[in-house]
T-cell receptor
Framework: AQRVTQPEKLLSVFKGAPVELKCNYS??????LFWYVQYSRQRLQLLLR??SRESIKGFTADLNKGETSFHLKKPFAQEEDSAMYYC??????????FGDGTTLTVKP | NAGVTQTPKFRILKIGQSMTLQCTQD?????MYWYRQDPGMGLKLIYY???????DKGEVPNGYNVSRSTTEDFPLRLELAAPSQTSVYFC???????????????FGPGTRLTVT
């Protein structure tokens, strides 16, 4: 069975501080990992996917297969980063399992 | 290109009533999904479809039904609504764009349903 764990439901940092949202997964196959973001009153949208190894809005995430983790990081948080963040694990069958989400608040 | 659209945006149902949540996508995606989002509980997969005429249960299918007669539409039916079905419902679609891509999902705006 596949599982995604986001240990922090709430995370609060000050503007300009580094931020790390944790994500751990369990899956016996080859995983596809994603981070989705949901800003207030908006739909979920893709932020990052591990296969692209990209940086979006200053966020990066590295897949660590040894630690089965896909933590989301940003060196200098901005107030507009305040949102709900979901880590998701995708499979070749097209299904995704989502974590419970982390609400990030960036304080001025 | 509207992406994924859902109707209605809000609905209040009485216990025992039934309704259909509509979902349409115009991206020609084969894969479509229904999720529910409960406060503090993340997204739970209700049903999904890998193409027209093919549907399968997700994690929490009880109390719901789906159909997929066309590529574009994937309605979710609630029969005999119960308070436990109070939630926000999201429809999503996806498609793998080549061997090096992945099933990123495109979400609709959601339907907020209250059952009282």
């Amino acid at each position: 069975a596949q599982r995604v764990t986001q240990p922090e439901k709430l995370l609060s940092v000050f503007k300009g501080a580094p931020v790390e949202l944790k994500c751990n997964y369990s899956y016996s196959g080859s995983p596809e990992l994603f981070w989705y973001v949901q800003y207030s009153r908006q739909r979920l949208q893709l932020l990052l996917r591990h296969i692209s190894r990209e940086s979006i809005k200053g966020f990066t995430a590295d897949l660590n297969k040894g630690e089965t983790s896909f933590h989301l990081k940003k060196p200098f948080a901005q107030e507009e980063d305040s949102a709900m963040y979901y880590c998701a694990l995708g499979t070749n069958a097209g299904k995704s399992t989502f974590g419970d989400g982390t609400t990030l608040t960036v304080k001025p | 290109n509207a992406g994924v659209t859902q109707t209605p945006k809000f609905r209040i149902l009485k216990i025992g009533q039934s309704m259909t949540l509509q979902c349409t996508q115009d991206m020609n995606h084969n894969y479509m999904y229904w999720y529910r989002q409960d406060p503090g509980m993340g997204l739970k997969l209700i049903y999904y479809s890998v193409g027209a005429g093919i549907t399968d249960k997700g994690e929490v299918p009880n109390g719901y039904n789906v159909s997929r007669s066309t590529t574009e539409d994937f309605p979710l039916r609630l029969e005999l609504a119960a308070p436990s079905q109070t939630s926000v419902y999201f429809c999503a679609s996806s498609e793998r764009q080549g061997l090096r891509s992945s099933y990123e999902q495109y979400f609709g705006p959601g339907t907020r349903l209250t059952v009282t």
